[in-house]
């Protein structure tokens, strides 16, 4: 492996040593409230799911009205059933630590990691205000109404909210977002994450950012959840590369650094059900460094 494939890596010595004595287990006491916790969330899903059944089943013998009853099923499988039960089962089979995805909050794998920078906040929201980049708007009830007024009428929102995805157990520290001409179902976006106090990338690189950067090419329906969301060009290096060039072309002493093959490339779903494909390189790029509004 040459030298520019191993930029920003660590190199591990491992040494051998004496095997530790095993210690005693000890009985792990789960919390009566996490008990009872699980316990109604399990039954609020079944409750759900055979209110829908019986939505679903009534339809049938009540004429037109069935098509009320109907969009009243969906709500109730996409909305309430669905996300349930997958939070119950990606408890189960989806880890919990770094392995270069995102999450949504129904615990599903969501966008991958593909972008990852060093510097403080302040240098991070001016570059990227330079090259174009509208910070989006938090999720909100009415932040949340204007997307789908904007959706159905094709009117331009560029500071449009994103759906919140969740890294290190926490939704993102904010997104920024491009607008394709004025169609708020077509944009870029990236999410953005601050890394842990002392975390490092697999492989002992240093960084104060994690991103996900992807393309919203339509409005549909979540294969997995049946939801209404965007969905994402399966191409999301594109969008990987977009970022950076972006950001490169306003700030061109911005450096950058490749881990090429951090992870293997891959084809997947996200969380919608959209299939994404990757080489598997992260970009890292190194903000220039300000003193006064250093935050780490």
């Not at 916790?37 to 009205?65: M, P």
């Not at 842990?196 to 339509?218: H, I």
């Not at 549909?220 to 049946?226: A, E, I, N, R, Y």
């Amino acid at each position: 492996m040459d030298t520019a494939r191993r930029a920003g890596t660590a190199r591990y010595d491992v040494t051998m040593c004496a095997a530790p004595k095993p210690r005693p287990r000890k009985g792990r006491r789960v919390p009566l409230s996490a008990v009872f916790d699980q316990f109604f969330f399990i039954y609020a899903a079944l409750a759900a799911g055979w209110l829908a059944w019986l939505l679903l089943t009534e339809t049938f013998s009540i004429g037109w009205f069935g098509i009320l009853f109907f969009v009243a099923f969906w709500v109730l499988l996409a909305y309430l059933l669905l996300p349930r039960l997958h939070r119950i089962l990606t408890t189960i089979y989806v880890p919990d630590y770094f392995i270069g995805r995102t999450r949504t909050s129904d615990g599903l794998l969501g966008d991958p990691i593909n972008i990852a920078l060093r510097g403080d906040e302040a240098a991070l929201h001016a570059i990227l205000t330079d090259a174009g980049w509208t910070r989006a708007d938090p999720v909100t009830l009415r932040s949340s109404w204007g997307i789908i007024v904007s959706t159905v009428t094709r009117r331009s929102y560029d500071r449009a909210p994103v759906s919140p995805l969740f890294l290190f157990g926490r939704m993102q520290d904010f997104a920024y977002q491009q607008e394709v001409e004025g169609n708020p179902a077509k944009r870029h976006h990236v999410r953005f994450w601050r890394t842990p106090d002392g975390w490092l990338l697999p492989g002992g690189s240093r960084v104060d950012w994690l991103a996900a950067g992807t393309f919203d090419r339509a409005v549909g329906f979540s294969l997995f959840t049946l939801q209404i969301t965007h969905r994402i060009d399966a191409d999301t290096d594109i969008e990987r590369d977009h970022v950076v060039a972006s950001v490169r072309a306003a700030h061109p002493e911005v450096e950058l650094i490749t881990l090429h093959d951090f992870s293997t490339g891959y084809h997947s779903r996200n969380g919608g059900g959209d299939s994404i494909r990757t080489d598997g390189d992260l970009p890292i790029i190194v903000l220039p460094r300000n003193e006064a509004h250093d935050v780490r």
